[in-house]
């Protein structure tokens, strides 16, 4: 089975710096991307920033220049280094990790973790 845990969410200041990891934990296996999604009450999920593993990064254009997603493919962990961080990153954080074996892909999804930013 596969497990995803999030850690690192909590409360910060509007201009400060939080970071998130996510560990998996249960599986040999390497994962094809890892990746970050976010949703704030009354709206849809939305992706946050992705990596693959060969390094390849996407991000959304609301947190281009302010986030910095990175991966250890050796040990299937991911962090997202959030800076100059705005009220409107008040979400709930989800970590979310694909496989992809031949043409089958899943996806695994943590519980999420809180990230509050106040003015």
């Known amino acids: 089975q596969v497990q995803l845990v999030e850690s690192g969410g909590g409360l910060a200041q509007s201009g400060g710096s939080l970071r998130l990891s996510c560990a998996a934990s249960g599986s040999i296996f390497r994962f094809s991307a890892m990746g970050w999604y976010r949703q704030a009450p009354g709206k849809q999920r939305e992706l946050v920033a992705t990596i693959t593993v060969g390094g390849s990064t996407n991000y959304a254009d609301s947190v281009k220049g302010r986030f910095t997603i990175s991966r250890d493919n050796a040990k299937n962990t991911v962090g997202l280094q959030m800076n100059s961080l705005k009220l409107e990153d008040t979400a709930v954080y989800y970590c979310?990790?694909?496989?992809?074996?031949?043409?089958?892909?899943?996806?695994?999804w943590g519980q999420g973790t809180q990230v509050t930013v106040s003015s």
């Open positions: 979310n990790a694909r496989t992809v074996f031949l043409h089958r892909t899943d996806d695994y």
